[in-house]
T-cell receptor, first 108, second 116 residues
């Protein structure tokens, strides 16, 4: 069964501190992994996808197939990073399966 | 704004009434998805279209739900005989699939449904 687990509902960090949002997945095959972000009063938008291997807004995520994880990291949190973050996976050309999300709160 | 648009943004209805939502995807996108999101949950897949063909429906999509994309452009999602459990945010997303590769799914702002 396809499943995405985000163990933390809420993560609070101080400005300038490192951030790690955890994501574990279950999928038989080779999934594609994504992180989506939703800022207050805005629509859901793609933050990054693992095949791009890009760093967006200072965030990176590495796919670890052995641990079936795709944790999102940023070395120094900023207040504007406060948002809801969703980890998601898909197979080849299939719909996205989302986790329940983690709310990141960056405290000044 | 050339992004995905949805109408209406909010809908309040009484139990038992029918409601219809519209989604206009990004114009060149051939894939269109419907998701539902309830409080404290991530979006959950309902159904999707490739051009005008409905290719997959989730078990979440009961027989009270029907979706269409008649000309391969905009899509409608109808809920008949609404129930309080249908209260949720209904999200539409579109993407371009070419040569077997799916590009990013872009989401609309959603339609928030409240069934009283």
């Amino acid at each position: 069964a396809q499943r995405v687990t985000q163990p933390e509902k809420l993560l609070s960090v101080f400005k300038g501190a490192p951030v790690e949002l955890k994501c574990n997945y279950s999928y038989s095959g080779s999934p594609e992994l994504f992180w989506y972000v939703q800022y207050s009063r805005q629509r859901l938008q793609l933050l990054l996808r693992h095949i791009s291997r890009e760093s967006i807004k200072g965030f990176t995520a590495d796919l670890n197939k052995g641990e079936t994880s795709f944790h999102l990291k940023k070395p120094f949190a900023q207040e504007e990073d406060s948002a809801m973050y969703y980890c998601a996976l898909s197979g080849k050309n299939t719909p996205l399966v989302f986790g329940k999300g983690t709310r990141l709160s960056v405290i000044a | 704004d050339t992004g995905v648009s949805q109408d209406p943004r909010h809908k309040i209805t009484k139990r038992g009434q029918n409601v219809t939502f519209r989604c206009d995807p990004i114009s060149e996108h051939n894939r269109l998805y419907w998701y539902r999101q309830t409080l404290g949950q991530g979006p959950e897949f309902l159904t999707y279209f490739q051009n005008e063909a409905q290719l997959e429906k989730s078990r979440l999509l009961s027989d009270r739900f029907s979706a269409e994309r008649p000309k391969g452009s905009f899509s409608t999602l109808e809920i008949q005989r609404t129930e309080q459990g249908d209260s949720a945010m209904y999200l539409c997303a579109s993407s371009l699939v070419t040569g077997g590769f799916q590009e990013t799914q872009y989401f609309g702002p959603g339609t928030r449904l409240l069934v009283l």
